[in-house]
C-alpha cells in the first residue's frame, strides 16, 4: 500500500509559478511511477504529467509542455511539480497518484490540492 499526500496549491496569478509536491508513504517509493492529474470544475479530470520510476522518462499532456516539469527525489520520496507561465485554464484540483512499475493502472492517489490562477 502507498499513501501519497498533495500540498503547495493555492493561488497564483497568471504568468506566475507554482511547485506542488506529493510525499509517497508505505513502500519502496523508487518502485513507482508517479504522476499528475488535474480536475478544473465542470470538467473532466484529465492527465497532466508522469515520471518513470527513476525519472529518466516523463510525458506531459500537451497543453503543458513547455511550461509545467515532473521530477522526483526518491531519497525523500517525492514527486515535484513545477509549474511556470500559469494560464486561467491551469486552475483546478492537482492529484498526485502513483502506481508500481508492473501495472498499467494509477492505484494510488492523493486527496488533491486546489490551484487557483488569477488574470
Known amino acids: 500500500q502507498v499513501q501519497v499526500v498533495e500540498s503547495g496549491g493555492g493561488l497564483v496569478q497568471a504568468g506566475g509559478s507554482l511547485t506542488l509536491s506529493c510525499v509517497a508513504s508505505?513502500?519502496?517509493?523508487?518502485?513507482?511511477?508517479a504522476g499528475w492529474f488535474r480536475q478544473a470544475p465542470g470538467k473532466e479530470r484529465e492527465f497532466v504529467a508522469s515520471?518513470?520510476?527513476?525519472?529518466?522518462?516523463?510525458n506531459y499532456t500537451d497543453s503543458v509542455k513547455g511550461r509545467i516539469s515532473i521530477s522526483r527525489d526518491n531519497g525523500e520520496n517525492t514527486v515535484f511539480l513545477q509549474m511556470n507561465s500559469q494560464k486561467v485554464a491551469d486552475a483546478a484540483v492537482y492529484y498526485c497518484?502513483?502506481?508500481?512499475?508492473?501495472?498499467?493502472?494509477?492505484?494510488?492517489w492523493g486527496r488533491g490540492t486546489q490551484v487557483a490562477i488569477v488574470s
Open positions: 508505505g513502500r519502496t517509493f523508487k518502485s513507482f511511477t
Open positions: 515520471s518513470s520510476c527513476r525519472g529518466s522518462n516523463t
Open positions: 497518484v502513483a502506481r508500481h512499475w508492473t501495472r498499467t493502472e494509477w492505484d494510488y
